[in-house]
């Protein structure tokens, strides 16, 4: 069973990795760079865009900074999952197979041409928004997959670095001071 969980999880990043590849292969073969495909009126628009940068296309023209990063991380991402495989951490395993493929997304557009293909545009009213892929969409969620994870686990290794008592409810009585 653990096997499987744990396949499960890489699963979920070669679904993310997949579903990147064959979105970017679509708009690069149907879009020109900056052709629009208008989904929701002007809120949702397909644009064919190419970002030689990060998030929001900071630190542009840095290719091999950016595949150096990402070989690091991957590679960490996949020793911290095989480091807690056997933990009961199904929401910490999601939000990594999340991060793992869309990193490995954006890597395989940096490596090849060093660009990324992105094409979501959300604009909201005079507003728009950085225009981003499904491998940022799948990072994105991956990151509050491990927010939340962390948040719920806080709790649970205060009560253990306490004795098994919560901090703020030790048995102790509590008085106000008048």
Do not use: C
């Amino acid at each position: 069973m653990a096997n499987y969980m744990r396949l499960f999880y890489y699963g979920i990043a070669l679904f993310v990795f997949v579903l990147d590849l064959v979105t970017k292969k679509i708009v690069e073969a149907q879009l020109e760079i900056s052709d629009q495909i208008s989904v929701i009126g002007n809120f949702f628009l397909i644009t064919s865009y190419r970002n030689r940068g990060a998030a929001f296309s900071i630190l542009q023209d840095q290719r091999f900074f950016f595949i150096a990063i990402t070989v690091i991380i991957a590679v960490g991402i996949i020793w911290y999952m095989q480091s807690i495989k056997d933990k009961n951490r199904a929401i910490l395993l999601t939000g990594l197979g999340f991060v793992l493929g869309g990193a490995t997304g954006n890597f395989l557009d940096r490596a090849l041409t060093g660009e990324v293909v992105d094409f979501l545009q959300f604009n909201f009213g005079s507003y728009t928004f950085p225009i981003f892929n499904i491998a940022d969409s799948a990072i994105t969620v991956g990151v509050v997959l491990i927010i939340i994870d962390t948040l719920l686990h806080s709790k649970d290794e205060n009560k253990s670095l306490n004795g098994g008592e919560d901090k703020e409810n030790n048995g102790h009585e509590q008085r106000t001071i008048s």
